[in-house]
């Protein structure tokens, strides 16, 4: 697996381990990663992002404790058995949920029209 895996912006008023675990959740959620699947390690999420490891420990750490990841002696952190397997749209959606309540704020406060909003979503979403 690829220390690309995760997108982190160190801008985010959200934390960057937050980032890390909510990017996992989806990733799973979406089928993206599947049971089994390994992690790239700390050090080289760590390195490729240019954070701290603890940071990328603590996400890990976070993941494991929530039953999304499990540590394998040899392999290190994979993708749980018994995590949450793909789920459906609307389950899916669910995770989107916080993200779209805050566009809809953002949009509202900047008064920006939602048919251009929507357009703009849709280009992005389509490349």
Known sequence: MDASLFTVQPASPEPIYRQIVEQLRRLI???????????PSVREVAGFHA???M?????????EAEGLLE????????VAATG???QTQAQRLTLLEPSLLMLARQTRELELPADAVLR???RMLES
């Open 55 to 63: 940071t990328v420990s603590r996400a890990y750490g976070l993941a």
């Open 71 to 78: 540590r394998l002696r040899g392999r290190g952190m994979v």
């Open 29 to 39: 959620a979406g089928g993206q990663l599947g049971a089994g699947d390994a992690l």
């Open 120 to 122: 703009r979503l849709a």
């Open 84 to 86: 949450r397997n793909v």
């Open 51 to 53: 954070i701290n490891p």
